[in-house]
């Protein structure tokens, strides 16, 4: 049974950073790929960034690009987000997700993702 538990969750001012933590078990983490997303109040879950079973590739949306960055260490099971220049519109539900599949591709968008996380709180003030 996979199971993704993300942490790092939390309130901060605009302009500040925040780390996220997305611990996986139950199956070989190097091989799969790794994504964030997130669901703001009222609006459908966007893709935020991805990174492939290797760490070669990242994917990034537009609206993170340049401020956040996504990574892996596999000893430990765990992908990272870290969020900085944070601005109010990043207000949302943190969910990690990892595919079905090794080796995927396709990223950015749900399709190829099966497991998800309970989603971490992270909030920005203005």
């Known amino acids: 049974q996979v199971q993704l538990v993300e942490s790092g969750g939390g309130l901060v001012q605009a302009g500040g950073s925040l780390r996220l933590s997305c611990a996986a078990s139950?199956?070989?983490?190097?091989?799969?790929?790794m994504g964030w997303f997130r669901q703001a109040p009222g609006k459908e879950r966007e893709f935020v960034a991805a990174?492939?079973?290797?760490?070669?590739?990242?994917y990034y949306a537009d609206s993170v690009k340049g401020r956040f960055t996504i990574s892996r260490e596999n000893a430990k099971n765990t992908v990272y987000l870290q969020m900085n220049s944070l601005k109010p519109e990043d207000t949302a539900v943190y969910y990690c997700?990892?595919?079905?599949?090794?080796?995927?591709?396709?990223?950015?968008?749900?399709?190829?993702?099966?497991?998800w996380g309970q989603g971490t709180q992270v909030t920005v003030s203005s």
């Open positions: 997700a990892t595919p079905r599949n090794p080796y995927a591709q396709g990223l950015m968008v749900e399709d190829p993702y099966e497991y």
């Open positions: 139950g199956r070989t983490f190097r091989s799969y790929a």
């Open positions: 990174i492939n079973w290797s760490g070669a590739n990242t």
